[in-house]
């Protein structure tokens, strides 16, 4: 039974969590190497379709309108998502301009804040400073994490806050102060993902009942932490229902739902995947050592009733058994696991490693970032967008600034070309859903219009009597207007 056991089953024991002044060193470097990884990636220019230029319009639109307390999207009020991430990215385009770089900065900046959280976390648990950077230099060199960590997307964001609220749980355990503390995180993890974010709240539930600590549920610092969890995003939420009555309930749950769903259009279904299949693929060199820390831990929780062994595996399950019941399953449900993950692993390598090869291994590992550093700077980033970032402008020229915007490819639902042009354009847009709703509203008036090449080939023998203009093209897609 290790220190970290005895921290979390015993109330008023005490684990020696300082650092030594190399140690201190040593998770400096890491953060500057892990910066340099991060912040030079999110120059690649475009945004993604789906969910990056989502974001990033939202945030754009509160700078727009100078509203940051109600979420729009495309001219009108959105009533499904919580506010806090538009909120980072309209402050990220206050300070440094609305650009491509900006929309990613705030997810780069709590991306490295969460590896360093690790190292925090993997501390007060075991109070062995050797593991804990063991833990942060997992996180840091998962691919899998870094390179959502350079999306304008939720899901690092949520993470931290998650890894958050679990860490000041664990301080609480030796100082109860810090169990009311945990509202703070817990609360903008539910303002990030809605209902989702109480995932955490179930952990710190069911640990207190498996470790048979059934007085901490009682304690009032942890009730004060609930109450705030509860009262921080229910200020937004009721003003919400306050401005919007019913229709923002029913949107609201449609959101949750679609979190389950996960249904966004034909690239969602292709991408979904079970998450054995997603560790496989992505969780690579780190993989053998997660398996077999887990296996140590699991042996640790059964037999030793290690109360640290089971918060980790509580931690895993509640992320696993929801999502896995889900019609969609995104491997990038899976990042709030990550610093978990981060932590078996690094038990693995902590047993493995012999104390004489610790420090080159750490070096070693170094030296490797640094490559990676190089390499990135080195090797021109493929760009996104391309299609819009070419059309945008054009479009902008060539429609009035009320207009909206008739968007119709590849006959599919698709709405990543919709996304991008509200990021890069300065007008809103009509998605239609069928050719013959398109030829409908090119009959009805002038328009102006972004097209996949195919289906402007197949439209044009139904606009007899009207001429389309071309006024502009990029490699798939084409802009026209007809007056």
Known sequence: MGVADTALRKEGERVETHLPQKQSTRVLLLTLLFALLLFPSIRRPGLAGYDDSYWAHEGKEMVRTGDWWSVRFDGNFTLEHPPLFP????????????????????????GLATILLTYFLALELTGDSWLALMAMLVLGSTQFFLKNATHAMTDVTFTFFCTLALYFYVKGLKNPVYLALLGFPLGAAVLTRSVVGFFVLGIILLHPLLTKKYGLLLSPWLVLGVMLAVAIPGAWYFSQYRLHGGDFVRSHLQFVNGLIQANHGPKARVQGSNYVVALLKYYWPWLPFLLWGMFLQGRAAVRQEDGRARLLFIWVLAVILPFSLAQTKFPRYMIPLLPAFSIFSAMALNQWLPVARRKMFFY????????????????PPKGRAEDIVKLAPIVDA??????????????DGRTDYQYQFLWYGSRYTRVLENLDDLVAWLHAGAATVIIDKQSYQKILPALSGRSPRIVGESENLICFTVS
């Open 87 to 110: 909120w980072l990215e309209a402050a990220s385009f206050k300070v440094f301009g609305i650009h491509d770089w900006a929309a990613k900065f705030p997810s780069a900046v709590f």
């Open 364 to 379: 070693a590992a170094c030296g490797i970032g640094c490559v990676a550093i190089c390499l990135s700077l080195l090797i």
């Open 398 to 411: 060539n429609s009035a600034p009320g207009q909206r915007i008739l968007i119709y490819t590849y006959e």
